[in-house]
């Protein structure tokens, strides 16, 4: 039996492999993120390894599927996912909602880890499926990403950060006693917002 690579999402070590009544497909004993589905057990470990660790896109378990076998995962994958520490605001539902604050935990090119944390976080709802078909928007500073220019000096890309909109599509949701994560992809951004989305890999880059 192959032997699964460690989560691209949150480095989780042990890989659940699960079974409906067709396909095989391993999920993350730590994160819940669930891999492609395959005929075969070891086609759901090989598509599982070579996931990409940019994807932030995640299938729900469904309820009518079994758990084959629990697997400790190996080597460490190379990940394209950057961490940062950014404050961010989440509202509920329409641009105007309900705001939750908290930090950006992890960006790539597709999405982001979100953690809100304090009393402010009940206004999240409780699971998974409660976010399904919600929407929310994402508010941050546009952090400045300082570069050398061709004489060594030190400047700055922007000198007053603006406030970045992003439509945000939930896609996966942990809760603890104090934390409430929630992983997700942006919805369809335009040239304006990838050009945002850039910035905060090149931030998260550098740090």
Avoid at 124 to 148: I, Q, T
Wanted: glycine content about 8%.
């Amino acid at each position: 039996m192959m032997i699964p690579k460690v989560c691209p999402n949150c480095g989780g070590k042990k890989g659940l492999l699960y079974a409906d009544a067709i396909y095989f497909f391993v999920v993350c004993g730590r994160c819940g993120m669930s891999g492609a589905r395959a005929l075969s057990q070891r086609g759901a470990v090989s598509l599982w390894n070579e996931r990409g660790s940019t994807a932030f896109t995640y299938e729900a378990v469904q309820e009518n599927a079994q758990l084959v076998r629990i697997m400790k995962c190996d080597a460490q994958r190379t990940s394209k996912r950057y961490p940062t520490n950014l404050p961010v605001v989440l509202t509920l539902f329409r641009p105007t909602g309900k705001k939750v604050t908290g930090v950006m935990r992890n960006v790539s090119p597709h999405g982001a880890f979100l953690q809100f944390k304090g009393g402010i976080a009940n206004a999240m709802l409780r699971s998974m499926e409660d976010l399904l078909g919600e929407r929310m928007f994402l508010y941050f500073k546009r952090p400045v990403v300082k570069s050398a220019d061709d004489n060594g000096e030190t400047k700055q890309t922007q000198e007053t950060p603006p406030i970045q909109q992003l439509e945000f599509i939930p896609k996966h949701f942990v809760q603890s006693s104090e934390v409430v994560g929630v992983g997700g992809n942006f919805k369809s951004p335009d040239a304006e917002q990838l050009s945002s989305i850039q910035t905060l890999l090149d931030f998260a880059r550098n740090r």
